[in-house]
């Protein structure tokens, strides 16, 4: 891949976290004028599946985002579910 092109394709990503984020952050104010508090599941196959994936949401969202930790979906996106939950 040339350079530019690998700098299009990160650029690309940079811009479809951003816009995860700010999906993820208005479903979360919705749930919360509902009285319903938002808990992140990490589907398999998605976007943000892996450890790091999850570490990095945790870390662009609001504390009213939680995190439902299900431990055969770490396991299948490779990581290891004892110590995949670090708080």
């Known amino acids: 891949m040339t350079t530019t092109r690998l700098t299009m394709a990160r650029a690309a990503i ?7 984020r700010r999906r ?3 479903c979360t104010a919705s749930t919360l004028a509902r009285g319903v508090r ?5 589907p398999m196959g998605a976007n943000v599946e892996t450890t790091e994936d999850v570490d990095w ?3 662009v969202t609001d504390d009213e985002v939680g995190l439902l930790h299900e431990t055969g979906h770490v396991t299948f996106a490779g ?5 995949g939950l670090v708080t």
């Open 14 to 20: 940079a811009c479809a976290k951003a816009h995860f």
């Open 79 to 83: 990581g290891d579910a004892p110590t």
């Open 57 to 59: 949401l945790m870390s």
């Open 24 to 26: 993820m952050m208005a």
């Open 38 to 42: 938002l808990a992140y599941h990490r």
